[in-house]
């Protein structure tokens, strides 16, 4: 590895590794699995490990049609798959998975050109299959992020397939380059491509609680805060992170709850006070239906098979 302070510097920890590169920090937990922490221009952007994520909050028409009932074991899934294998290639090289004692070969002083990191989570379900999630930070500090899910005959049909930020405050907005309003892969017919600004975090306030807020057809969005939970961070202006994308555009959700908080909820009142930000990046969403007042299946065209690959990808750019 270069010695060169205008690379990455990559600190071999016992249980993590570390990537500094030019105003950014990223610390990849092995006992976590995954990154436990995302700073740029010196903001923490991770409250939680970003996880795969596999669940949307029931539907009305997912209520009428049963699709929650037959799909309820991504809901386990989204709650409880878990790391089991970590590789870690480093410009080019394979390093496996190195732990003590054998990151005492390495100095406080490596650095390189490119990281990669991956993190292979096995699911809950029956048959279990394995999702994994590939970090690569380059040098100028920006971070690539692949999501591949392995395929595996006899697993019920995906309500979404994407990975899950969990912010340390709520977000005073956003700001997204895509289709206007909330669209699914059913309902984008009336939306109009632009750029487009929301003010907060809204939720659509049905009397149940569910599934809302997506976007789909997304080329980037800039997610805005204003406070940290650092104490000794007196500076209170805003501070913004961008996802944006890579080979496709991809789908999000930008709200101030999980979809199990959202489950959980037999009414709006019910809800918790917001207090975090949840960044969900999608590669695959299924569709919303609701053709007969909500009780008709969702047109073939917008399921989604667990019995196949899928993967997507995108970038993280402070």
Not at 131 to 154: A, C, I, S
Not at 188 to 207: F, Q, S
Not at 256 to 272: F, G, R
Not at 294 to 299: L, N, Q, R, S
Request: charged share 15%; proline share 6%; with cysteine.
């Amino acid at each position: 590895m270069a010695n060169t302070t205008t690379n990455l510097r990559v600190i071999f920890g016992d249980g993590t590794l570390g990537v500094a590169g030019p105003a950014c920090h990223y610390i990849f937990s092995y006992e976590r699995g995954g990154l436990e922490s995302l700073v740029q221009h010196g903001k923490e952007w991770l409250y939680r490990t970003p996880m795969p994520t596999f669940w949307r909050a029931t539907t009305d028409n997912d209520r009428g049609n049963g699709f929650s009932q037959d799909s309820a074991m991504w809901l386990g899934a989204d709650l409880f798959s878990h790391c089991v294998a970590v590789a870690i290639n480093v410009d080019d090289q394979d390093l496996g998975w190195p732990i003590a004692p054998e990151t005492n070969r390495f100095s406080n002083h490596e650095w390189a050109e490119k990281v990669q990191i991956a993190f292979t989570y096995q699911t809950t379900t029956v048959p279990k299959t394995n999702v994994t999630v590939t970090y690569q930070v380059f040098n100028d500090g920006h971070l690539g992020v692949t999501v591949h899910y392995d395929g595996q005959p006899g697993l019920p049909e995906l309500p979404a397939l994407g990975l899950r930020f969990i912010m340390p405050t709520p977000a005073v907005g956003f700001d997204y380059t895509g289709l206007s309003g909330e669209t699914y892969p059913d309902r984008m017919a009336g939306a109009v491509a632009g750029t487009y600004h929301v003010v907060g975090l809204p939720v659509t306030p049905y009397l149940r609680p569910q599934e809302n807020g997506m976007h789909m057809a997304t080329e980037a969005v800039t997610v805005t805060r204003h406070t940290t939970l650092n104490n000794t961070d007196v500076d209170a202006t805003d501070f913004s992170l961008s996802v944006v994308q890579t080979t496709a555009p991809f789908a999000f959700s930008c709200l101030p709850y999980t979809a199990e908080q959202l489950e959980a909820a037999d009414h709006i009142e019910e809800l918790p006070a917001v207090r975090r930000t949840v960044l969900g990046v999608y590669g695959a969403v299924r569709g919303v239906g609701g053709i007969d007042s909500w009780g008709a299946d969702v047109e073939p065209a917008y399921h989604i098979s667990a019995e196949v690959d899928h993967e997507f990808s995108f970038e993280i750019r402070g």
